[in-house]
């Protein structure tokens, strides 16, 4: 079945790095996405990996995705506290019509 | 233009009344969705249209009516809403319903339903 899960909290200090992990069932899984919601605003697309990728970076961020353990990260370097929201971790199924499975929502709160 | 845009973004509502929440996109996109969503937990799909057609249906209640008029509107007609229907909702954009690319959000219609 499907299922996509991460960690609810997450606590750091301005300027320190910070890593979200996702975990998934799925192994059919074709792309796997971040997602940044803030307080009373709509879902942003921060970074996305194809499943037969390793890595990949986009300024300060940085995807790790393990195949095997479907094990999904997303590291933010030098935190700021416009970083503080909530992180959706997301995945597409093969064949299923582009539906997002997402997990519950990593709530990172950076403090100063 | 990269933007979804929903409107309103704001609505009250009785169980009694009827209204309808919108979205617009110009990306040229050819798949929306609509998405409900309650504090703090992940969305929750509710439909797809694909090229102007219903594809899927996510066991909505038919108190919630989707309306795709054409390849950059996307509608969803209420009627009849209880309390616990108030919630967030997202309408999203992709280039195709397959899993291939990313969705573009809006910023969300805030329903209250008293």
């Known amino acids: 079945g499907e299922d996509v899960e991460q960690s609810l909290f997450l606590s750091v200090r301005e300027g320190d790095s910070s890593v979200i992990n996702c975990t998934y069932t799925d192994s059919s899984s074709t792309y796997l996405y971040w997602y940044k919601q803030e307080p009373g605003a709509g879902l942003q697309l921060l970074t996305y990996i194809f499943s037969n990728m390793d890595m990949k970076q986009d300024q300060r961020l940085t995807v790790l995705l393990n195949k095997k353990d479907k094990h999904l990260s997303l590291r933010i370097a030098d935190t700021q506290t416009g970083d503080s929201a909530i992180y959706f971790c997301a995945e597409t199924i093969y064949n299923q019509g582009g539906k997002l499975i997402f997990g519950q929502g990593t709530e990172l709160s950076v403090k100063p | 233009d990269t933007e979804v845009t929903q409107t309103p973004k704001h609505l009250v509502m009785g169980m009694t009344n009827k209204k309808s929440l919108k979205c617009e996109q110009h990306m040229g996109h050819r798949a929306m969705y609509w998405y409900k969503q309650k504090a703090k937990k992940p969305p929750e799909l509710m439909f797809v249209y694909s090229y102007e057609k219903l594809s899927i249906n996510e066991s909505v209640p038919s108190r919630f009516s989707p309306e795709c008029p054409n390849s950059s509107l996307l509608n969803l007609h209420l009627h009849a809403l209880q309390p616990e229907d108030s919630a967030l909702y997202l309408c999203?954009?992709?280039?195709?319903?397959?899993?291939?690319?990313?969705?573009?959000f809006g910023e969300g219609s805030r329903l209250t339903v008293l």
């Open positions: 999203a954009s992709s280039q195709e319903d397959g899993a291939t690319g990313e969705l573009f």
